[in-house]
């Protein structure tokens, strides 16, 4: 009788096993979205751009970012940048400095001259965007890449909306918002500037002219304080001063002004206030800490020498012969559970005075539905819209603060895109609607943070402070090629493959199998002991039940 062989022991291969029938769990390769993405305005593949910011190929990463935003050189200087906040790498060191980076692969492109492409097919349908401002432009450059024919309707000469006249140069370049703004109009779009879509009626033309209509007009009426006298001429509207020529500024403004209201447009402002030499005080309800503007723009305005005056309120001003005296109160402030939302309490025995030559009320503005009254329906104060920016009109679709109290820029450029898109959907068939997006993100845990060095943030560097208060010009300076490419190699690359064959190198049963695209899992040879999922920097696999047998 032959001993039979042992099947543990043999020359052979070990194909003849199939541990694959030990495991309850299988890995699974899934890019997941990032923290960043999911909390990113404009749902900007951040991980992937960056990627390509890493590899040098800054060019790929332009087009991937203005997939989703036709402003990557103006988001990366003023955008409020929520993917920083909710970026993993801060619980290692510090969060990756996404707007530097987006800002410079911005400047690349216009220094570069990069153009947008036109469309690879042309359509017969027609659309109308009324208003040129962040939302108006976005959906225009989404809907003419698509083919479609556009047409803008601009009250003002020239187009840009808050971007170009309520936000300073010293913080947005002109040339930069020139530079980008015409590389979507010169892809084709039939531009009326200085035409103002006055009332319901001329909407209820353009609705029966076009195929749609986008409704983008913005929030134009600013709010009023009940203490104030806006009859006074040392009251100030904050848009008109900040949308004014430099030297109609210098002409309204006495030596000193009390800028009131906390958020950025205040902090606008307060600024460009300082650079006419003024002195400049802030007066906000937000207690020192949480007010809305950008904590960079407050420290900003610190530095310029600005003096805040926190948690406090207006209660009466009046005139005197050479300025004006405000009465205040210190107040408890209880923020709301919605932008805009919060109360206050005037707090006892806490009056105090203050003086002042000029009074610039910043505390945001409304949308002006009365003009739209009896065409589109309203949402408490802004146009109501569905979740695909359809109004209560067939055809009008509306976005940006005219539809919406989130009132950042890169805000009303993601409303762009999505209404562009379910436009687009509704027109043709050949077009998906938008789907909602995935929001199960890649959490820190999931990082193998072995494969990382701790290394500190690249930070922009800042003008001169003597240097700014000279003029406007912009305080923010670029990152270099080099210093944008080490602060990307920071990146994480949350829930993005970066192909490094980690899981093929470290897999002990040879289940990894490498293919042009990626990898794949070998079911037969698979036990499921995760270790693949453990040596992978990025959190791009993970273990899931077996459900195959």
Partial sequence: MNKQLSPLWTHLTSEARITGTWRSALPNYQNQPSPCLCACPVNGRIAEWIKQVKDGDV???????????????????ICHHPCETSCNRQDLDETVGICSLERFVGDTALAEGWAFPEPTKERSQSVAVVGGGPAGLAAAYQLRRQGFRVSLFEARDELGGLMRYGIPSYRLERNILNGEINRITAMGIDLHSGVEVMDRNTLADLNKEYDAVFLATGASLPKRLPALDYTQSWVIDSAAFLAAPIDKQQARTGEHVVVIGGGSAAMDVARSARRLGRKVTVLTLEPEGQLPAQKTEVDEAIEEGITFVSAAMVQSTKGTGDGVTLACVKVEFTPGDAPGKFSVTPVARTGFDLTA???IPAIGQDADLA???GIVGADGPVVGANNNWQT??????????????SRFVTQ?????NDAARSIAAALVSDIAAPTPANTDQVGYDRINTAYQDKHARIRQKFTALDKRLEGFEEVQLPLSAEDARTEAMRCFSCGACTFCDNCFFYCPDMAIIKTETGYEVDPDYCKGCGLCVAECPTGSIHMQEDTTS
């Fill in 357 to 359: 030559d000029t009074i």
């Fill in 392 to 405: 209560s009109t067939p055809g009008i679709y509306a976005g940006g603060d005219v539809a919406s109290m």
């Fill in 371 to 373: 003009r739209w009254h």
């Fill in 59 to 77: 060019y790929g990463a332009w087009v991937t970012l203005t997939d989703n935003n036709p402003f990557p050189a103006i988001a990366g200087r």
């Fill in 412 to 416: 009303a450029v993601g409303m762009g």
